[in-house]
């Protein structure tokens, strides 16, 4: 069966240090890419995604991500964190046959601290 | 644009009650609606995917019986949870993908808590 896997359950870094989380997939055929983050209290939300293309993504606040085919992995990354950044980190696949469903990852923690 | 609202943003109830949770799309048509369970420290978990007019999809391993999702309309999905049980008690979160540029992501509403005594 697919699956997506976060290996960073908690991660804590001082602003301005890098951000880089894993994320893979396992599944040979064709994934659409999604990075989802939840404030603490809040809903989740869309903070970039890949469907084809350059597999450099840039998303909102800074973020970005690359797809790497060849490694089936998506790792989302941020090059100075912010405190604001304090957040869990949802990395998701689609499947193609899957519906459009969404297959989400355990998620990663991460605080950032001043 | 693509808001995604949910009532009750939490809920507590008595064994063996019923529990309603509404989710909405503001100011868009959702086709598809998507619910979700979240437990502590968890992922979210696929429970059910609605489509506007048709029956819901469930889940491997989830009650259609007790978990009962209607999608009446292009705006408004409802979750009841029935005869519910402490075990049930959890946050449920429901997502809508709509048409066209909307259909290629899913919009998450802020989730319901439920907690049943």
């Known amino acids: 069966a697919q699956s997506v896997s976060q290996h960073n359950h908690h991660v804590i870094l001082s602003e301005a240090a890098s951000l880089e989380l894993g994320c893979n997939y396992s599944y040979g055929g064709t994934v659409n890419l999604f990075w989802y983050v939840q404030y603490p209290g809040q809903h989740l939300q869309l903070l970039l995604k890949y469907f084809s293309g350059d597999p450099l993504v840039k998303g909102i606040k800074g973020f970005e991500a690359e797809f790497i085919k060849s490694k089936f992995s998506f790792n989302l990354r941020k090059p100075s964190v912010q405190w604001s950044d304090t957040a869990e980190y949802f990395c998701?696949?689609?499947?193609?046959?899957?519906?459009?469903?969404?297959?989400f990852g355990t998620g990663t923690q991460l605080k950032v601290e001043l | 644009g693509a808001v995604v609202s949910q009532h009750p943003s939490w809920v507590i109830c008595k064994s063996g009650t019923s529990v309603k949770i509404e989710c909405r799309s503001l100011?868009?048509?959702?086709?598809?609606m998507f619910w979700y369970r979240q437990f502590p420290k968890q992922s979210l978990m696929l429970m059910a995917t609605?489509?506007?007019?048709?029956?819901?999809?469930?889940e491997q391993g989830v009650e259609k019986d007790k978990f009962l999702i209607n999608h009446a309309s292009l705006t408004l999905s409802t979750l009841t949870v029935t005869s519910a049980h402490p075990e049930d008690s959890s946050f449920y979160i429901c997502?809508?993908?709509?048409?066209?540029?909307?259909?290629?992501?899913?919009?998450f509403g802020p989730g319901t808590r439920l907690l049943v005594l």
């Open positions: 997502s809508a993908r709509g048409r066209g540029a909307l259909q290629e992501t899913q919009y």
């Open positions: 609605s489509n506007e007019g048709s029956k819901a999809t469930y």
């Open positions: 100011d868009f048509q959702a086709t598809t």
């Open positions: 998701a696949v689609t499947f193609t046959g899957g519906g459009n469903k969404l297959t």
